[in-house]
């Protein structure tokens, strides 16, 4: 029996959600500024003060900390409250009753109460709309014990993670990004109560590096993921979903498999939440699971610019995050790979005078003048010498044959004491053997 679908965008999934929780469950409503606008809340909202009525759906005067103090009271009395906040740059100023009093008001009273309120903040990005009105604040509050964060990345978790953050009973910041808002998806015709309990989603599978990310940043790794596959990198994208508690189980299990693992956010590098999974992911590996070091993309640690060129320089994109993980995910000496594998030692033992020869030509030339390719040459003939040569004894003073001007050492003596043992009667150390014998002839002085 199959199941019934509908099929939305990102923001009307988000008023799905509004309308299941008003139509099911009488103690909610939804107090915020500008709820019954638009150029506000997009089409998240639309025509749900009509429906449902303006008592249940209030527009608030613009005062951030007094409509989200009123909404905590309620939670704690009984209602099931979701604030809205159009964007959260001004969030900011209702943080004591986010993070002060909603968090901790549990644990302050043996969990015997709290305060189930939703608070959704809009990220509303690009538009040259400045650094005063383009922030993404989620590593912040995902900073706070006791404050659930939720980052949905596509229209089924922009529906199920708000029902279900509003009905779970704990304080639940819902995160929602502008950008994201004409993606399209199925839906079934009842939303998953129970989704915020749910882990990490993998959006596409892949074995050669893990992509990472929440919200806006899960959907370009995902579209990354895709590119990549059409150039031969199979890539595995990560949604993380829920940011706070984090879950990070299923992405190291993920790096574990793939040995690369690239972090993508839409928040600043320092203390952010790429850094985060990264040092999550590193705590519980072995110190050789990974082939590469792990890699962040994330914004400038840089207030946002007001220029369109500049803001399209700043934001990560799906080029910007293809062009890293290719980069990423190929070996960083392809000559390494080659070098790794079985000589025997004989070829090596016939080669290895002719490479050092070149190795020394491409050391010692100078800077720019040889091409790559020279260069790999190089790291063939050393590190073909330390696989399949035996490791050169201790020469002593005495042992070291001495030519030219008192006191310089035989560099074809020393090198031919460190050659295999089917060498040993070459004509090298006969050479060696015959100036050792004449340097002990008393030579007249003058």
């Not at 759906?57 to 809205?84: H, L, N």
Request: aromatic share 6%; with cysteine.
């Amino acid at each position: 029996m199959s199941t019934k679908t509908v099929s939305r965008s990102y923001g009307v999934a988000i008023r799905d959600g509004f309308a299941y929780l008003l139509r099911t469950y009488p103690e909610v409503f939804v107090i915020g500024q500008g709820l019954w606008s638009p150029w506000y809340v997009g089409n998240s909202m639309t025509d749900l003060d009509v429906e449902f009525g303006r008592e249940r759906v209030i527009d608030s005067p613009v005062s951030e900390m007094a409509c989200t103090g009123a909404a905590v009271g309620a939670a704690i009395a009984g209602r099931r409250p979701i604030v809205v906040h159009p964007r959260m740059d001004f969030m900011i100023l209702a943080t004591d009753q986010i993070v002060t009093q909603a968090a901790k008001w549990s644990s302050m009273f043996a969990q015997k109460v709290s305060a189930p309120v939703v608070i959704r903040g809009i990220i509303n990005r690009g538009g040259e709309q400045g650094a005063q009105h383009s922030q993404a604040l989620h590593a912040w509050f995902a900073h706070v014990p006791g404050l659930r964060v939720v980052m949905p990345a596509t229209p089924l978790d922009a529906r199920d993670l708000l029902v279900s953050a509003t009905v779970c009973g704990d304080p639940v910041l819902y995160i929602d990004d502008r950008w994201l808002y004409e993606r399209t998806g199925d839906l079934p015709s009842k939303p998953d109560e129970d989704a915020i309990f749910s882990g990490p989603a993998v959006r596409v599978a892949g074995d050669d590096v893990t992509l990472v990310g929440a919200g806006y940043s899960a959907y370009l790794v995902e579209q990354a993921a895709v590119e990549l596959g059409k150039e031969g990198v199979s890539a595995e994208a990560i949604d993380l979903r829920v940011v706070n508690p984090l879950d990070i189980g299923p992405v190291v299990e993920s790096v574990q498999r793939t040995g690369r693992l690239v972090v993508v956010d839409g928040g600043w590098s320092t203390c952010g939440l790429a850094g985060e999974v990264i040092a999550s992911v590193v705590e519980r590996l072995e110190p050789d699971a990974l082939r590469a070091a792990p890699r962040r993309i994330t914004i400038q640690d840089a207030p946002a610019p007001t220029s369109g060129p500049l803001e399209a320089l700043y934001y990560p994109t799906v080029s910007h995050v293809v062009q890293v993980t290719a980069k990423h995910s190929k070996p960083r000496h392809a000559a390494l790979e080659v070098v790794r594998s079985p000589f025997r030692r004989h070829e090596a033992s016939v080669r290895h005078r002719r490479r050092r020869c070149r190795a020394r030509r491409i050391f010692t030339a100078p800077s720019g003048r040889r091409s790559a390719h020279l260069a790999t040459g190089f790291w063939v003939a050393v590190l073909s010498r330390r696989t399949c040569r035996p490791r050169r004894a201790p020469v002593s003073d005495a042992e070291v044959p001495l030519h030219g001007r008192a006191g310089r050492p035989d560099r074809r003596s020393i090198h031919c004491r460190g050659r295999p043992a089917d060498h040993a009667g070459g004509p090298c150390r006969a050479t060696s053997e015959a100036r050792r014998a004449d340097s002990a002839v008393e030579r007249p002085e003058g």
